[in-house]
Protein backbone atom coordinates (compact mmCIF):
# COMPACT_ATOMS: atom_id res chain seq x y z
CA UNK A 1 0.00 0.00 0.00
CA UNK A 2 1.59 3.43 -0.98
CA UNK A 3 2.78 5.93 1.96
CA UNK A 4 2.94 9.49 2.22
CA UNK A 5 4.92 11.72 4.38
CA UNK A 6 2.07 15.21 5.16
CA UNK A 7 2.86 17.94 7.64
CA UNK A 8 1.21 17.88 11.21
CA UNK A 9 -1.05 20.56 9.86
CA UNK A 10 -2.59 18.37 7.73
CA UNK A 11 -3.11 15.96 9.74
CA UNK A 12 -6.55 16.33 11.32
CA UNK A 13 -8.44 14.86 13.78
CA UNK A 14 -10.46 12.70 11.55
CA UNK A 15 -8.76 13.71 7.98
CA UNK A 16 -5.87 14.45 6.29
CA UNK A 17 -5.42 16.83 3.31
CA UNK A 18 -2.58 15.51 0.87
CA UNK A 19 -1.06 18.33 -1.50
CA UNK A 20 1.67 19.27 -3.72
CA UNK A 21 3.21 16.39 -4.92
CA UNK A 22 1.76 13.97 -3.21
CA UNK A 23 -1.34 14.60 -4.68
CA UNK A 24 -0.49 15.53 -8.19
CA UNK A 25 1.27 11.55 -8.10
CA UNK A 26 -2.08 10.17 -6.22
CA UNK A 27 -4.36 11.54 -8.75
CA UNK A 28 -1.80 11.44 -11.85
CA UNK A 29 0.80 8.27 -11.47
CA UNK A 30 -1.77 6.04 -8.92
CA UNK A 31 -4.98 7.09 -10.95
CA UNK A 32 -6.36 7.00 -7.05
CA UNK A 33 -10.09 7.35 -6.42
CA UNK A 34 -12.65 7.57 -4.42
CA UNK A 35 -12.35 4.48 -1.96
CA UNK A 36 -8.86 3.98 -2.64
CA UNK A 37 -6.64 3.41 0.52
CA UNK A 38 -3.25 4.95 1.27
CA UNK A 39 -1.34 5.50 4.58
CA UNK A 40 0.13 8.54 5.57
CA UNK A 41 2.45 9.62 8.51
CA UNK A 42 2.96 13.07 9.84
CA UNK A 43 7.00 11.43 10.23
CA UNK A 44 6.49 12.25 14.41
CA UNK A 45 3.68 11.27 16.17
CA UNK A 46 0.88 10.28 14.50
CA UNK A 47 0.21 7.56 11.12
CA UNK A 48 -3.23 6.14 9.59
CA UNK A 49 -4.38 4.41 7.42
CA UNK A 50 -6.85 6.45 5.46
CA UNK A 51 -9.82 6.69 2.74
CA UNK A 52 -10.02 8.96 -0.42
CA UNK A 53 -12.95 11.22 -0.37
CA UNK A 54 -11.92 13.27 -3.28
CA UNK A 55 -9.61 14.42 -5.46
CA UNK A 56 -9.75 18.08 -7.39
CA UNK A 57 -7.62 21.00 -7.93
CA UNK A 58 -4.20 19.84 -6.74
CA UNK A 59 -5.93 18.30 -3.57
CA UNK A 60 -6.99 15.02 -2.07
CA UNK A 61 -8.82 14.40 0.79
CA UNK A 62 -8.72 11.36 2.42
CA UNK A 63 -10.68 10.67 5.82
CA UNK A 64 -8.76 8.69 8.78
CA UNK A 65 -9.86 5.23 8.70
CA UNK A 66 -7.46 3.53 11.89
CA UNK A 67 -5.11 4.70 13.49
CA UNK A 68 -1.82 2.89 12.89
CA UNK A 69 1.73 1.42 14.96
CA UNK A 70 4.91 4.23 14.43
CA UNK A 71 7.02 0.79 14.67
CA UNK A 72 9.12 0.59 11.57
CA UNK A 73 12.03 2.37 13.67
CA UNK A 74 15.52 0.80 14.88
CA UNK A 75 16.38 1.51 18.30
CA UNK A 76 19.91 2.02 17.31
CA UNK A 77 19.64 5.20 15.87
CA UNK A 78 22.06 5.29 12.64
CA UNK A 79 23.64 8.10 11.55
CA UNK A 80 25.84 8.23 8.74
CA UNK A 81 28.52 11.03 8.26
CA UNK A 82 29.74 10.80 4.42
CA UNK A 83 32.46 12.74 2.77
CA UNK A 84 31.05 14.30 -0.02
CA UNK A 85 31.80 11.65 -2.67
CA UNK A 86 32.01 12.14 -6.81
CA UNK A 87 28.88 13.02 -9.14
CA UNK A 88 25.45 11.98 -7.60
CA UNK A 89 26.95 9.18 -5.44
CA UNK A 90 25.78 11.12 -1.80
CA UNK A 91 21.88 10.45 -3.70
CA UNK A 92 22.67 6.95 -3.72
CA UNK A 93 24.29 6.50 -0.31
CA UNK A 94 21.00 8.73 1.00
CA UNK A 95 18.86 6.36 -1.37
CA UNK A 96 19.84 3.07 -0.39
CA UNK A 97 20.69 3.92 4.04
CA UNK A 98 17.14 5.38 4.33
CA UNK A 99 15.52 2.51 2.81
CA UNK A 100 18.13 -0.01 5.43
CA UNK A 101 17.15 2.57 8.26
CA UNK A 102 19.50 5.51 8.95
CA UNK A 103 17.78 8.31 10.76
CA UNK A 104 20.08 11.25 9.66
CA UNK A 105 23.01 12.07 7.37
CA UNK A 106 25.99 14.17 7.56
CA UNK A 107 27.93 15.08 4.48
CA UNK A 108 31.46 16.52 5.67
CA UNK A 109 34.81 17.64 4.08
CA UNK A 110 37.95 16.16 4.53
CA UNK A 111 41.51 16.43 3.29
CA UNK A 112 41.01 14.26 0.36
CA UNK A 113 37.82 15.28 -0.53
CA UNK A 114 37.34 15.75 -4.20
CA UNK A 115 34.54 17.41 -4.63
CA UNK A 116 34.43 21.15 -4.45
CA UNK A 117 32.29 22.63 -2.30
CA UNK A 118 29.97 24.91 -3.23
CA UNK A 119 27.91 26.75 -0.78
CA UNK A 120 26.10 28.75 -3.48
CA UNK A 121 24.56 25.20 -4.90
CA UNK A 122 23.92 24.01 -1.11
CA UNK A 123 20.30 25.04 -1.02
CA UNK A 124 18.88 23.05 -4.40
CA UNK A 125 21.05 20.15 -3.05
CA UNK A 126 20.21 19.98 0.38
CA UNK A 127 16.27 20.15 -1.35
CA UNK A 128 17.33 17.23 -3.42
CA UNK A 129 18.76 15.06 -1.22
CA UNK A 130 15.45 15.67 1.05
CA UNK A 131 13.41 14.81 -1.80
CA UNK A 132 15.10 11.61 -2.34
CA UNK A 133 15.27 11.06 1.52
CA UNK A 134 11.02 11.05 1.35
CA UNK A 135 10.88 8.51 -1.51
CA UNK A 136 12.85 6.17 -0.16
CA UNK A 137 10.96 6.44 3.13
CA UNK A 138 7.60 6.07 1.52
CA UNK A 139 9.23 3.21 -0.53
CA UNK A 140 10.45 0.92 2.41
CA UNK A 141 7.33 2.37 4.75
CA UNK A 142 9.69 4.36 7.56
CA UNK A 143 7.93 6.25 9.98
CA UNK A 144 10.23 9.39 9.83
CA UNK A 145 11.99 10.86 6.75
CA UNK A 146 16.01 10.72 7.52
CA UNK A 147 17.33 14.66 8.58
CA UNK A 148 20.30 15.69 5.96
CA UNK A 149 22.50 18.15 7.88
CA UNK A 150 24.62 20.94 6.43
CA UNK A 151 27.73 19.73 5.23
CA UNK A 152 30.49 20.07 8.06
CA UNK A 153 34.26 20.50 7.86
CA UNK A 154 36.64 17.85 9.51
CA UNK A 155 36.70 19.79 12.14
CA UNK A 156 32.86 20.38 12.83
CA UNK A 157 32.39 16.53 12.41
CA UNK A 158 35.10 15.85 15.08
CA UNK A 159 33.34 17.89 17.55
CA UNK A 160 29.91 16.33 16.98
CA UNK A 161 31.26 13.32 18.36
CA UNK A 162 30.32 13.54 22.16
CA UNK A 163 26.25 13.76 21.03
CA UNK A 164 26.23 10.24 20.00
CA UNK A 165 26.99 6.68 22.32
CA UNK A 166 29.26 4.88 19.57
CA UNK A 167 31.44 6.74 16.34
CA UNK A 168 32.83 4.51 13.75
CA UNK A 169 35.10 5.43 11.29
CA UNK A 170 35.97 3.13 8.54
CA UNK A 171 38.90 2.78 7.44
CA UNK A 172 40.61 0.55 5.09
CA UNK A 173 44.48 0.06 6.85
CA UNK A 174 42.63 -0.98 9.81
CA UNK A 175 44.00 -4.49 10.39
CA UNK A 176 42.81 -5.25 13.85
CA UNK A 177 39.09 -4.28 14.72
CA UNK A 178 36.39 -5.38 12.57
CA UNK A 179 32.96 -3.43 12.95
CA UNK A 180 31.75 -6.47 14.56
CA UNK A 181 34.22 -6.19 17.09
CA UNK A 182 33.25 -2.90 17.87
CA UNK A 183 29.29 -3.29 18.09
CA UNK A 184 29.07 -6.43 19.86
CA UNK A 185 30.05 -5.60 23.62
CA UNK A 186 28.02 -2.00 22.77
CA UNK A 187 24.98 -3.51 22.06
CA UNK A 188 25.53 -6.51 24.76
CA UNK A 189 25.30 -3.98 27.16
CA UNK A 190 21.69 -2.22 26.28
CA UNK A 191 19.09 -3.29 27.97
CA UNK A 192 16.03 -4.91 25.45
CA UNK A 193 14.22 -1.88 25.44
CA UNK A 194 17.14 0.81 25.72
CA UNK A 195 18.01 2.98 22.62
CA UNK A 196 21.38 4.46 21.38
CA UNK A 197 22.94 6.55 18.92
CA UNK A 198 25.77 5.41 16.73
CA UNK A 199 27.75 7.26 13.93
CA UNK A 200 29.17 5.78 11.15
CA UNK A 201 31.87 8.07 9.45
CA UNK A 202 33.03 7.22 5.69
CA UNK A 203 35.44 9.06 4.30
CA UNK A 204 36.20 9.73 0.74
CA UNK A 205 37.29 7.86 -2.31
CA UNK A 206 41.08 8.39 -1.43
CA UNK A 207 40.42 7.80 2.19
CA UNK A 208 41.40 9.33 5.44
CA UNK A 209 44.87 11.06 5.95
CA UNK A 210 46.62 9.25 8.70
CA UNK A 211 46.50 12.88 10.36
CA UNK A 212 42.71 12.30 10.36
CA UNK A 213 42.59 8.91 11.59
CA UNK A 214 44.68 10.30 14.80
CA UNK A 215 42.06 13.59 15.38
CA UNK A 216 39.26 10.70 15.12
CA UNK A 217 41.18 8.54 18.09
CA UNK A 218 41.86 11.64 19.89
CA UNK A 219 37.84 12.31 19.27
CA UNK A 220 36.68 9.03 20.93
CA UNK A 221 35.96 7.35 17.92
CA UNK A 222 36.82 3.85 16.74
CA UNK A 223 38.38 2.92 14.23
CA UNK A 224 37.31 -0.55 12.34
CA UNK A 225 37.59 -2.23 9.14
CA UNK A 226 34.67 -3.96 7.23
CA UNK A 227 36.22 -6.92 6.13
CA UNK A 228 39.11 -8.24 3.50
CA UNK A 229 37.60 -6.50 0.99
CA UNK A 230 37.95 -2.65 -0.11
CA UNK A 231 34.47 -0.88 -0.69
CA UNK A 232 33.89 2.19 -2.34
CA UNK A 233 32.98 5.14 -0.63
CA UNK A 234 29.18 4.98 -1.39
CA UNK A 235 29.05 1.01 -0.63
CA UNK A 236 30.83 1.14 2.63
CA UNK A 237 28.41 3.43 4.77
CA UNK A 238 25.36 0.89 3.42
CA UNK A 239 27.71 -1.77 5.07
CA UNK A 240 28.32 -0.69 8.12
CA UNK A 241 25.04 0.38 8.53
CA UNK A 242 23.57 -2.75 7.55
CA UNK A 243 26.02 -4.65 9.86
CA UNK A 244 24.80 -2.17 12.73
CA UNK A 245 20.97 -3.20 12.40
CA UNK A 246 22.02 -6.98 12.09
CA UNK A 247 24.15 -6.73 15.35
CA UNK A 248 21.10 -5.20 17.09
CA UNK A 249 18.62 -7.66 16.12
CA UNK A 250 16.99 -5.56 13.81
CA UNK A 251 17.48 -7.94 10.83
CA UNK A 252 17.52 -10.99 12.68
CA UNK A 253 20.62 -10.83 14.00
CA UNK A 254 21.89 -11.61 17.68
Given at each position: MQRYFVSEEQFQERSVVITGDDARHISKVMR????????????RTREALVEIEGIEAG??????????????????????????????????VIQRCTEIG??????????????????????KRLERWGKIAKEAAEQSHRNRIP???????????????????????????????????????FVEKLAPDETANVLIVVGPEGGFSEKETLEADQAG????????????AETAGMAALTCVLYESGEMGGM
Open positions: GKPGDKLIVSDGEVTTNIVEPLEMDHEARIRVTVAQSLPKGDKMETAVAFVPFLSERTIVQYDAKKESSIEQPLSWKGLLSSFEGYDLVCYCYEKENGKQLRDALKPAVSVGLGKRILR
